[in-house]
């Protein structure tokens, strides 16, 4: 299994916006910064767009912007923004009624996850577009 980069993908394009000040850019050009086809940058921001924090017109002369100063927007904004609050999940998997190790095992992963959600929640919430512009 990979993990889902859609968050790490939203703050590039972000943080490139953001580099522009203002202007308007087209979604092939962000996805050259990106390294990744204009498709997937189109998704991700349409789900920007629906939560206010980028303006995006269609056409030639379209192209997306950032609507927030990037020092108000944290990873966090951006992780909600994309429906994705949360980073681990418990597969589906019926326990096994035969193995001991199974019948615990949904609860003691729901707990450890928990702990590590609201561990990167606080970074996330930390770490704001302009800070990853500054690295």
């Known amino acids: 299994m990979s993990a889902n980069s859609r968050l790490a993908v939203a703050a590039h394009i972000l943080a490139v916006l953001a580099s522009h000040d203002g202007e308007a850019m087209s979604s092939a050009r962000v996805a050259q ?6 498709v997937v940058i189109r998704r991700i921001l349409a789900a ?19 609507l927030r100063c990037p020092d108000q927007v944290t ?3 951006l992780s909600m923004a994309l429906d994705e609050e949360h980073l681990f999940a418990v597969h589906r998997n019926p326990a096994n009624p035969r193995c001991p190790g199974s019948c615990g095992m949904k609860e003691a992963l ?6 590590a959600e609201k561990a990167a929640q606080k970074e996330l919430r930390r770490v704001t577009v302009q800070e990853l512009l500054r690295r």
């Open 33 to 38: 910064s990106v390294n990744t086809n204009p």
């Open 48 to 66: 920007l767009a629906k939560k206010g924090m980028v303006a995006c017109g269609k056409g030639k002369a379209g192209g997306a912007r950032l």
């Open 75 to 77: 990873l966090w904004d």
């Open 110 to 115: 729901g707990k450890a996850f928990a702990r």
